[in-house]
């Protein structure tokens, strides 16, 4: 996902929440509906949901090991290929998911669902124009994937093309003026123009045609959180975990709120579920680092912070967060290191008090 963050003296964890652009979470499209991977809504409190994503994942890694064999017995076998993409697609491990869509197109070049699965998964690793690219060609192949319109529609507003973005949401409306996705993703647009009103009307028109999607609840939820409607925003966030306990932005949105609340522990929680559902979510390392920063548990801070770090060796953020730790134990050195790190990863944290 692609969010600006506000630089703030505290880098509060709240600017996190709201600062910079929405992206609509792409899974449970084409893929999953058509290789059955996909969760199904489950009426269940909060315990019972992470029950159910546990449960979930464990369904995932029998789906991969069953394509293990089929694609070992043939190695020719593109379904396979595909399906197994799509396992790896939902439980975020998307260089794995891109090796074996790559595999499908390679044995079938005309393979347009492999194309826009493709393109998803460079759109959740940040490659716009990449997706964008893959999305194009599944659409030249298949001009009625209302899917594929979508979804570069969303690529074209993570790149600030609001024109062919609108373009494009307009074509996939018309080709299916019940796609609910559509209308969220034309949420998702409206909100990065910063026209909340209009955004707060697409998710509105999503639920009524999808009173199940959980995306649209999570993106209103965070309208609600900037017009500070916390009760709204956090009935969105729990709508959204209820109808996809997978959805591990919707716990870290939800995450953010407990902690703009000074609710610390139910914080850490909601990011704990977000990094186990996804161990890559830099943002809920960095932002569950925070909170134990805040709860003065400093070695905690510098575990998660170092994590974040591990898994992109670039995050600014990251060095600058676990610096402040370091001078909070009296480690001097260290926080100089972790500080000129930073800045040196992102220039404009020297406007940043030294740690």
Request: some cysteine; overall charge negative; charged content about 30%.
């Amino acid at each position: 996902m692609m969010r600006h963050f506000t630089l703030t003296i505290l880098l509060l964890i709240a600017s996190l929440a709201v600062s910079g652009q929405q992206r609509c979470d792409r899974d449970g499209s084409v893929e999953a509906a058509e290789n059955g991977i996909k969760a199904s809504p489950k009426e269940s409190a909060d315990d019972d949901n992470r029950d159910v994503a546990a449960s979930e994942n464990i369904e995932l890694v029998k789906a991969i090991a069953e394509c293990d064999l089929a694609i070992l017995a043939d190695p020719q076998n593109a379904n396979a290929y595909l399906k197994r993409g799509n396992a790896w697609h939902t439980k975020y491990e998307f260089e794995k998911a891109l090796a074996d869509y790559s595999q499908v197109v390679k044995l079938n070049p005309k393979n347009a669902v492999a194309l826009y699965n493709r393109g998803n998964t460079w759109d959740k690793l940040g490659e716009y124009e990449k997706a964008i690219e893959d999305y194009t060609e599944a659409i030249r192949l298949d001009p009625k994937l209302v899917q594929a319109f979508a979804n570069r529609g969303s690529s074209w507003s993570d790149l600030g093309e609001f024109d062919k973005a609108f373009e494009d949401f307009s074509e996939a409306i018309r080709l299916d003026p019940k796609y609910a996705m559509a209308y969220c993703l034309r949420g998702v647009a409206w909100f990065n123009k910063e026209d909340y009103a209009k955004a707060i009307r697409d998710y509105g028109e999503a639920i009524r045609l999808d009173p199940k999607c959980a995306s649209a609840y999570m993106y209103r939820g965070i309208v609600w959180f900037n017009r500070a409607l916390f009760e709204k925003a956090v009935a969105d966030y729990n709508e959204a975990i209820r109808h996809n306990p997978r959805f591990a932005d919707a716990y870290f949105y939800r995450g953010n709120l407990w902690g703009r609340q000074g609710k610390f522990d139910q914080a850490v929680g909601d990011y704990t579920e977000a990094i186990r559902i996804n161990p890559k979510y830099i943002d809920a390392l960095y932002a569950r680092g925070y909170t134990w920063h805040a709860e003065s548990e400093y070695d905690r801070a510098i575990a998660d912070y170092s994590k974040a770090i591990r898994v992109d060796p670039e995050c600014a953020k990251a060095y600058y967060g676990r610096g402040r730790a370091w001078k909070e134990k009296g480690e001097s050195e260290k926080a100089a290191a972790d500080y000129k790190e930073s800045v040196r990863l992102e220039p404009s944290f020297a406007e940043l008090p030294y740690p």
